[in-house]
Every structure is written in C-alpha cells, then in structure tokens.
C-alpha cells in the first residue's frame, strides 16, 4: 500500500488544521491505521490511532482532546483534525498502516507502511 500525506502548512498558535492520508495500491479497510510525528532533532513519536472499523481511538497524552483521528474506509482516507495548535506540535507528520489487520496500538515497530511525512510547523 502507498500512502501520501497531505495538508501540512505553517501555521499561528491555536489555530486548526486538518491533515489528510490517502492510501492506493491497496485497501486499508482491515487494519489500523496511526499518526506519527517527529520533530527536529527527536525520535519519531505516537500522536493518534484508529481502529479498521473506526470503533475505537487512540490518542498520546501530548495531544488529548485536540486532535481528531478518523477514516473513511470507502475513500481509502485517513484524516487528523489538528486543533489549538502548539509550537511543540511542530514536526513532520507521517501515516502509517498497521501490520496486522483487526490489531491496534502505538508502537511504531508494528506499522509497516508509511507515507513520506507531511510537515506542520506552528508559529508562537
């Protein structure tokens, strides 16, 4: 499966944006799909994951009640509504397909898909 991001920008602090993940080559209907970001000089860390069906969320403490994972499975699209944007949320921000279909979780090792990244960088 090949996944493009898109929707990345520069923004002001507390304002929203929305990125977006389209998946092609493959359906991406059966397996968890996660938003990874990394900022400059950091690893690579856990921001939101959502579950084949949708059903069930997953967000990093960081990130709670700000972003908005969620998918549609007919338009082979995952999306992350960015909200009350912070300058630490400034980084590279990468879609990923789980592994293994109908499983959910954080760990970046269990994704084995990943799009090129699509860079937000908030302005204080």
């Known amino acids: 499966v090949q996944l493009v991001e898109s929707g990345g920008g520069l923004v002001q602090a507390g304002d929203s944006l929305r990125l977006s993940c389209a998946a092609s080559?493959?359906?991406?209907?059966?397996?968890?799909m996660g938003w990874f970001r990394q900022a400059p000089g950091k690893e690579r860390e856990f921001s939101a994951a959502?579950?084949?069906?949708?059903?069930?969320?997953n967000y990093a403490d960081s990130v709670k009640g700000r972003f908005t994972i969620s998918r549609d499975n007919l338009k082979n699209m995952v999306y992350l509504q960015m909200a009350s944007l912070k300058p630490e949320d400034t980084a590279v921000y990468y879609c990923?397909?789980?592994?293994?279909?109908?499983?959910?979780?954080?760990?970046?090792?269990?994704?084995?898909?990943w799009g090129q990244g699509t860079q937000v960088t908030v302005s204080s």
């Open positions: 990923a397909r789980y592994s293994t279909m109908f499983r959910l979780g954080r760990d970046a090792d269990n994704y084995n898909s």
């Open positions: 080559g493959r359906s991406i209907t059966n397996y968890a």
């Open positions: 959502i579950s084949w069906s949708g059903d069930t969320t």
